[in-house]
């Protein structure tokens, strides 16, 4: 008798896993999966520390002015090509891809040697930056609006918990001696391999948001007019190679009727921040290893990261519950944390205290996570899916131009090629610019929005005291309450 209800209960479970893999929790999951094993990085938070030890025996001061500029360089090279070959292919190959240069990175950093091949790895991990854009836009392609919220916040989450495991598993096995640097480099090739194969699985999505729209009844009467005329294109546009100057062009003309006045001060802002979050992150174990080597002190960044990464987290939780009008005060709290970020810089530059350096680190990168949530917020609110893909790499390519800039002048060893702290004084500096930028504009918008509301309310009291204004009123009135009496003395009867 069993073996005549088996069929049948293969034949439900083989349909439970069909609905499953069709519905949103598949590619969802796996994506997680890759996103978590992708993100493990164990080594990374002593990276300067492997890199000028007996492993690889380079200088401090090559790393900083020889070997990490590189990564900024070619990081600004592939971020426009990939970002647009990241559409065209629909972002399972590039998220593929994407794993193949980790597992590259990784080898380099493990059998390489000298500071040729160090470039050549930080080349190859810009390749790694400039990918996750497919790894963040994947998945709004193969699953339906409704679970977009969803869904983000599960594929931030998992990799944030990535970074976090992976900060604070190689400070373990660096506080216990569990393993050498090496031996971790070895995990983390075992932990890319597992995300590789991962990414293998991933469902290849049908559509993208440019090059491969569907247009649809719905889609139709919901884009806006240059968003139609791209989706109209879209069909040919994947098979004849010279429509796609057509959609290039297109694209140009969206991103340029993206920027309205109130957007354009929250991605400048978004633009300058985050090209000096990126310089400080890159540098700032540089200055620990400064730091900290003076005073013979044990290494705890592996600590710092996983804590920086929490409250981070929670930071950027927060901001969903706070009701604040930030169009009014967004501005100013955009120059006053920014101060606070400034001086977190200079603290960690003068003081000359580790445990100073680690604090200080861990508040400024949670003053930029909190800012940077409501910037995204307030752009992506008053944009579509389609533009704010747009906004988002405009502004991360003009923050990338000026770190590129940055880094020419100030660490490269052609420019001034500044020691570490120096650098971190122009860094401090950098953003106390910011602060006197938005602390103006900041406090011209709130002045400027209270004279509007007391001019409205004043016209409004000038509109109820003018003589015609009170025979209206009269006029009204009068009739109302005629009716309302003669009401009361029908009901009186």
Known sequence: MLGDHTPLVD????????????????????????????????????????????????????VNNQIFPVW???????????????????????VIFQGVNLLVTSGLLLWAQGVAAMQIMEVFYSVVTACEVAYFSYIYSVVDLQHYQKVTAYCRSVQLLGYTVGSVLGQLMVSFSLMSYQGILVLNLVLISIALVTSCFLPMPQKSMFFHRKQGVDDAATSPPVQT???????????????????????????LQCYSKQLLYWSLWWALATCGYNQTVNYVQVLWDHVGGSQNFAIYNGGVEAVSNLFSAAMAYAVGFTKVNWATWGELALGSFSGLGAASLFLMTFIGNIWVCYVAYVIFKCLYMLLITIAMFQIAADLSIERYALVFGGNNFVALVLQTVIT??????????????????????????????????????????????????????????HPSARRYLVLLVFPLMSSALSLLKLNTK
């Open 11 to 62: 034949a439900a479970e083989m349909e439970a896993l069909c609905r499953f893999r069709a519905g949103w929790g598949y590619p969802t999951a796996l994506l997680c999966t890759y996103g978590f094993f992708s993100s493990v990085k164990p080594l990374e938070p002593f990276l300067i520390p492997y890199l000028s030890g007996p492993d690889k025996n380079i200088t401090a001061e090559q």
């Open 72 to 94: 900024t360089y070619s990081y600004l090279v592939v971020l426009i090509p990939v970002f647009l070959l990241t559409d065209y292919l629909r972002y399972k190959p590039v």
């Open 229 to 255: 005329n791209i989706a109209a294109c879209n069909n040919t546009a994947s098979r004849d190679t010279g429509q796609c100057f057509g959609v290039l062009l297109r694209l140009w003309r969206e991103f």
């Open 408 to 465: 020419a002048i100030v660490v490269d060893s052609r420019g001034l090629s500044l020691k570490i702290i120096p650098q971190f004084i122009v860094y401090g500096s950098y953003f106390t610019g910011i602060t006197i930028l938005f602390l103006l504009r900041g406090l011209y918008t709130v002045v400027s929005t209270r004279s509007r509301t007391n001019v409205s309310q004043t016209q409004r009291e000038d509109a109820l005291d």
